[in-house]
């Protein structure tokens, strides 16, 4: 088995103070052609000269219709994609396992002075989850990302008995990586909408089936 993946607001082991609050990590099985037709469709209805397409295309009011048809029962994700949404101030509370008066960037940068490098990134165990919930003998493809070194693959190994090899590639030249984009990108902004009071009921439905991981 073969899926692509990408994330969303990773800001490496920064958890708190950073630009976004919560990270998404997006996993796809499409058929290369199916997500090429998905890409075809998504810029026949966009029309945007932008070379590569990102979630906040999608976002826009005037393409709120495209939205809702890629992740609806009509669209060609649905049962395909799947998203883990990590509240990253939460993942900062279980690492530290209370909750400690005053600000917490001072104990997120003692936890990353003190632990192994990487070992606060939500990026790995994002990985690591993916892998086991489309089975065993998983390949990935990846987006390109500074943390996944060959020794944090090697590592990624261990964790993960079901992955077979992890490839990491140019978003713009794997359509099934650009459809996780999309799917990561999306999720993040609505959940990180819905955080601040301004949620968005209808395609907090839509997106629903696909998150198979709140933190």
């Not at 996993?27 to 590569?52: F, G, K, N, Q």
């Not at 395909?80 to 940068?109: C, I, M, S, W």
């Not at 301004?198 to 198979?212: G, K, M």
Request: aromatic share 6%; hydrophobic share 40%; proline share 8%.
């Amino acid at each position: 088995m073969e899926i692509a993946c990408d994330e969303s607001g990773s800001e490496g082991e920064k958890l708190v103070g950073g630009v976004t609050a919560v990270f998404a990590h997006a996993s796809v099985r499409l058929d290369p052609a199916d997500a090429a037709a998905c890409l075809a469709e998504l810029r026949d209805r966009i029309r945007s000269p932008a070379l590569e397409y990102k979630a906040n295309h999608l976002l826009r009011p005037k393409h709120r219709p495209t939205l809702l048809w890629l992740l609806g029962p009509a669209g060609p994700v649905l049962g395909h994609a799947y998203v883990q949404l990590v509240d990253k101030r939460a993942f900062l509370l279980h690492h530290l396992g209370h909750t400690p008066p005053g600000p917490l960037e001072p104990y997120n940068d003692a936890l990353r002075a003190r632990g192994p490098h990487g070992s606060l990134d939500p990026l790995f165990p994002a990985i690591v989850r993916a892998v086991r919930h489309w089975g065993d003998d998983v390949t990935v493809r990846h987006d390109f990302h500074p943390t996944l070194t060959a020794s944090r693959i090697a590592r990624l190994h261990d964790a993960a008995p079901g992955l077979r090899e992890l490839t990491l590639v140019d978003s713009r030249a794997d359509h099934r990586v650009q459809v996780a984009d999309f799917v990561a990108g999306v999720a993040r902004r609505i959940a990180e909408e819905e955080s601040r009071g301004h949620p968005d009921p209808e395609v907090a439905r839509l997106l629903r089936p696909y998150v198979i991981g709140v933190r």
